[in-house]
């Protein structure tokens, strides 16, 4: 049983988290099964082996003499294709790919059953991908796997995450293509993203369900080893710990660069005020650390942070990578969590620790909608000392009565979770069957 994961990665932990709870979730339903990562970029390749994972890596995208050239991709994605066509050797079915329009995906099937990684289902984790905010660029990317999917009549899901919104009539068209598949199966992780599913697919309201995010069910590390974690930073773990996770996404978004960026401010004046008015140490959280050199990841935002706050002897931060494991671990050392990282506001919900984040995007408000905990969100754009203040102050007093309702709901979540693989095993395996039948 091959099973090809699409959306999947290793420097941004949520991405991972949702990675390592896919295979956990599927190989205790269908032990047989393999699992291949499509489109590893190099740097990864080590730990998607680590994982138990095959990383399948287009040739074309590797570095070469086009690669600083505006149209080298596509240059070398038309000579790929061409030469995996040659090796198939098959005249007619490749004039008909290209006169169909299908001869980029083709060549992507041609590859998968060379590397012997013909798949049984494609499965997208990609968390949040699809919608006005990204274009169609995604959607040009797994167009050719749906088509491969489609001729060879197996099934594609995309596994619950955010989507939308799609007023951008060439976005919305681009959905409507990619989910026209008759077997697409499509899971949303909170309302509004259902109801900008149903909008652009002119579906009834209510249409598309609700279904929790899958890293609800993964497992990570222990106590035990987030308190090595943090100990190793050099906390002595002798008073409470406040968590804060920046995102680069939301710095892009908020004017000015370094110290003169806004989000920045405010989080110091944040975590001074932490430190003034509650006795506590604060770990800096990077929930994505890049495996290569040059490339910004929020180790940067954190490193200013540190720089810039008046008590750094109170001050800790995560400098090496970790794995999801470790990074759930972490987070369960904490007693309070601000985060503008998503998946880091899961880790943390799953274990009863509560929370506030500064947001970019309609997912966080949905998220602590579960918890009935909405008022603990504030926008980017809207981006206050006082009023962020305001609201740490609110969830720090309240957030021991928070920790048993929490821990309460993330209960059911984990056991919806369960019940969604249940589900998601059981479309594979009779697709499968009729595919054999």
Same mark, same amino acid.
């Given at each position: 049983?091959?099973?090809?994961?699409?959306?999947?990665?290793?420097?941004?932990?949520?991405?991972? @988290?949702?990675?390592?709870?896919?295979?956990?979730?599927?190989?205790?339903?269908?032990?047989?099964?393999?699992?291949? &990562?499509?489109?590893?970029?190099?740097?990864?390749?080590?730990?998607?082996?680590?994982?138990?994972?095959?990383?399948?890596?287009?040739?074309?995208?590797?570095?070469?003499?086009?690669?600083?050239?505006?149209?080298?991709?596509?240059?070398?994605?038309?000579?790929?294709?061409? &030469?995996?066509?040659?090796?198939?050797?098959?005249?007619?079915?490749?004039?008909?790919?290209?006169?169909?329009?299908?001869?980029?995906?083709?060549?992507?099937?041609?590859?998968?059953?060379?590397?012997? @990684?013909?798949?049984?289902?494609? *499965?997208?984790?990609?968390?949040?991908?699809?919608? +006005?905010?990204?274009?169609?660029? @995604?959607?040009?990317?797994?167009?050719?796997?749906?088509?491969?999917?489609?001729?060879? /009549?197996?099934?594609?899901?995309?596994?619950?995450?955010?989507?939308?919104?799609? +007023?951008?009539?060439?976005?919305?068209?681009?959905?409507?293509?990619?989910?026209?598949?008759?077997?697409?199966?499509?899971?949303?992780? +909170?309302?509004?993203?259902?109801?900008?599913?149903?909008?652009?697919?002119?579906?009834?309201?209510?249409? #598309?369900?609700?279904?929790? +995010? *899958?890293?609800?069910?993964?497992?990570?590390?222990?106590? /035990?080893?987030?308190?090595?974690?943090?100990?190793?930073?050099?906390?002595?773990?002798?008073?409470?710990?406040?968590?804060?996770?920046?995102?680069?996404?939301?710095?892009?978004?908020?004017?000015?660069?370094?110290?003169?960026?806004?989000?920045?401010?405010?989080?110091?004046?944040?975590?001074?005020?932490?430190?003034?008015?509650?006795?506590?140490?604060?770990?800096?959280?990077?929930?994505? *650390?890049?495996?290569?050199?040059?490339?910004?990841?929020?180790?940067?935002?954190?490193?200013?942070?540190?720089?810039? *706050?008046?008590?750094?002897?109170?001050?800790?931060?995560?400098?090496?990578?970790?794995?999801?494991?470790?990074?759930?671990?972490?987070?369960?050392?904490?007693?309070?969590?601000?985060?503008?990282?998503?998946?880091?506001?899961?880790?943390?919900?799953?274990?009863? #620790?509560?929370?506030?984040?500064?947001?970019?995007?309609?997912?966080?408000?949905?998220?602590?909608?579960?918890?009935?905990?909405?008022?603990?969100?504030?926008?980017?754009?809207? #981006?206050?000392?006082?009023?962020?203040?305001?609201?740490?102050?609110?969830?720090?007093?309240?957030?021991?009565?928070?920790?048993?309702?929490?821990?309460?709901? @993330?209960?059911?979540?984990?056991?919806?979770?369960?019940?969604?693989?249940?589900?998601?095993?059981?479309?594979? &395996?009779?697709?499968?069957?009729?595919?054999?039948?």
């Amino acid at each position: 049983m091959n099973i090809l994961i699409t959306g999947a990665g290793f420097e941004n932990k949520g991405a991972e @988290a949702m990675l390592r709870t896919v295979q956990a979730e599927l190989n205790k339903r269908l032990p047989d099964a393999e699992f291949f &990562l499509w489109r590893s970029p190099q740097r990864v390749c080590r730990s998607a082996f680590n994982s138990g994972c095959y990383p399948l890596q287009l040739p074309y995208e590797k570095c070469g003499p086009f690669s600083h050239w505006a149209k080298g991709h596509r240059v070398r994605l038309l000579l790929w294709c061409l &030469l995996e066509h040659c090796w198939d050797r098959d005249v007619k079915n490749t004039l008909a790919s290209f006169a169909s329009g299908q001869f980029v995906s083709r060549a992507f099937g041609l590859f998968l059953n060379r590397r012997k @990684a013909s798949a049984n289902v494609l *499965i997208d984790i990609s968390g949040f991908a699809y919608g +006005d905010s990204w274009g169609t660029f @995604a959607f040009r990317d797994i167009v050719p796997l749906i088509e491969y999917c489609a001729r060879k /009549e197996k099934s594609v899901i995309f596994l619950p995450q955010a989507w939308g919104s799609f +007023d951008k009539p060439e976005v919305r068209g681009a959905l409507r293509q990619l989910l026209s598949y008759e077997r697409a199966y499509v899971y949303s992780r +909170d309302k509004c993203s259902c109801h900008y599913l149903e909008q652009a697919l002119e579906q009834p309201q209510g249409s #598309i369900p609700v279904t929790p +995010d *899958i890293v609800f069910g993964f497992q990570g590390g222990t106590p /035990e080893q987030g308190e090595r974690i943090v100990r190793n930073m050099g906390c002595s773990l002798s008073r409470p710990i406040i968590g804060l996770a920046p995102n680069m996404q939301v710095y892009k978004r908020v004017a000015g660069s370094g110290m003169g960026n806004k989000y920045l401010q405010v989080l110091v004046h944040l975590v001074d005020y932490c430190h003034k008015h509650c006795d506590v140490d604060v770990v800096l959280q990077s929930n994505n *650390i890049s495996l290569s050199q040059d490339r910004v990841d929020d180790r940067y935002l954190c490193s200013l942070i540190a720089l810039s *706050i008046a008590n750094s002897e109170r001050c800790f931060m995560t400098q090496e990578p970790l794995t999801a494991e470790a990074t759930k671990a972490l987070v369960g050392r904490f007693d309070y969590l601000i985060a503008s990282r998503f998946h880091s506001l899961v880790f943390a919900f799953s274990q009863g #620790i509560p929370g506030m984040a500064v947001s970019w995007s309609h997912k966080y408000r949905e998220l602590f909608s579960l918890f009935g905990m909405e008022d603990q969100v504030q926008e980017c754009q809207h #981006i206050d000392s006082d009023a962020l203040i305001e609201t740490f102050e609110k969830g720090w007093a309240e957030r021991e009565q928070q920790r048993e309702s929490i821990l309460k709901k @993330a209960k059911q979540l984990r056991s919806e979770v369960n019940m969604l693989f249940d589900e998601v095993a059981e479309k594979i &395996l009779r697709n499968s069957e009729l595919k054999n039948g």
